[in-house]
């Protein structure tokens, strides 16, 4: 939980975040050459992040730290999947530490967050890039988005949230 969210916007230092499986089928590539500043984290075998340094010039590592204490932090966390989404953490993790998302899946997001309230969806790469830089430009769009979809990830998803629902079901 955050206790004052508009303090907390304001002290984030982190531009853009990427915490996942680096083998994402090229669509990160062109992201991670665009954000020099981009944080990202992975396992990744040597061969391939050897390969990711040479493509992207970005240095995959594996993350030891707090995930909370890293959202916290950063401004824009960058969402992918595998295939039709949205079911992975990121979806429920980035919006629950207040981080802008942006997140590809367009047709499945709309099952648990409104598209362009409270995460902003991209279709490709080039799609992804314009979000992000629109993002990161204006302060305002960003905190409407990261407010709202915070909003939604207390509201909905949280552990107590999903335990009622549970208990409701049996």
Do not use: W
């Amino acid at each position: 939980k955050i206790d004052d969210f508009d303090a907390q916007f304001t002290r984030r230092d982190i531009d853009l975040v990427y915490v996942g499986y680096p083998v994402k089928h090229g669509k990160l590539d062109k992201i991670m050459r665009r954000y020099r500043q981009m944080v990202v984290y992975g396992r990744v075998t040597f061969k391939r992040a050897i390969y990711l340094f040479l493509t992207t010039r970005h240095l995959y590592r594996t993350f030891t730290g707090n995930l909370g204490q890293l959202y916290q932090r950063t401004k824009v966390g960058i969402n992918v999947h595998y295939t039709y989404g949205p079911c992975n953490g990121r979806c429920y993790q980035l919006n629950a530490a207040g981080v802008a998302q942006v997140v590809d899946c367009a047709e499945g997001i709309g099952q648990i967050y409104k598209a362009g309230e409270e995460v902003l969806v991209h279709s490709s790469p080039d799609e992804a890039i314009e979000k992000i830089d629109l993002l990161l430009a204006d302060d305002s769009l960003r905190y409407r988005v990261s407010k709202a979809g915070y909003e939604r990830a207390r509201a909905n998803y949280s552990r107590k949230h999903a335990l009622l629902t549970l208990l409701r079901s049996l």
